[in-house]
């Protein structure tokens, strides 16, 4: 069965680093997510991304913030200058989109970043 | 703006018990609903969903049924199991293509043998 992939599973790093998380949506999908979950809290919607533009942002995803698809199939996400707060748990997530409004979005397994 | 509101855990049962998870929605439109899990240490999966008004979600034993007139979507099941163990999100998402979806906090659950 298709999935979503991620990478790396676990991705420590200093403040003010920058860190690039990698996602692999599934093949034929064509709208692509990122989430963070923060730990023991709620997972929460950062960005979605379609026909190589984002679709819609939260407040969370600011400046630091950035999406891109380099290829036909990865989706990164970028965070220039981590910080503290910024430790979490990232979702990737992809949806096919021509289900006429009943798909389902897949989520990957995680990316835990740990800023020190 | 629409959001989620899930009973608070932890949920502590033995095995065998039976479950319900409350979860009620606000929304405007039609959204779709639905239950996520997230096993220790692993990513989220779908566990079930509901596109209508009446349509009953169901799988691995777990239903949940998307009643509009009270704007809920309680989880339940039968009978649990040690390896039911697991936090369970309630969620939704409008009827739109690339609509983001909205979690609520996550009900912990402890399933005793």
């Known amino acids: 069965e298709p999935e979503v992939t991620q990478t790396p599973s676990h991705q420590v790093t200093q403040m003010g680093q920058e860190v690039i998380l990698r996602c692999v949506p599934i093949?034929?999908?064509?709208?692509f997510y990122w989430y963070r979950q923060i730990l023991g809290q709620k997972v929460e919607f950062l960005v979605s991304f379609y026909n190589n533009e984002i679709s819609e942002k939260s407040e969370i995803f600011d400046d630091q913030f950035s999406v891109e698809r380099p290829d036909g199939s990865n989706f990164t996400l970028k965070i220039r200058s981590t910080k503290l707060e910024d430790s979490a748990m990232y979702f990737c997530a992809s949806l096919w989109g021509l289900a006429g409004g009943t798909d389902t979005q897949y989520f990957g397994p995680g990316t835990r970043l740990t800023v020190l | 703006g629409n959001s989620v509101t899930q009973m608070e855990g932890p949920v502590t049962l033995s095995e065998e018990a039976f479950l319900t998870i409350n979860c009620t929605y606000t929304?405007?439109?039609?959204?779709?609903l639905f239950w996520y899990v997230q096993y220790p240490g692993e990513g989220l999966q779908l566990l079930l969903k509901?596109?209508?008004?009446?349509d009953k979600g169901s799988n691995k034993g777990f239903e949940a049924t998307y009643r509009k007139e009270t704007t809920s979507f309680h989880l339940e099941k039968g009978s649990v199991q040690v390896s039911d163990s697991a936090v369970y999100f309630c969620a939704l998402s409008n009827q739109n293509r690339d609509d983001k979806i909205i979690f609520g906090k996550g009900t912990r659950l402890h399933i005793l043998p």
């Open positions: 093949s034929n999908h064509l709208y």
């Open positions: 509901a596109t209508k008004a009446d």
């Open positions: 929304a405007t439109g039609y959204p779709s």
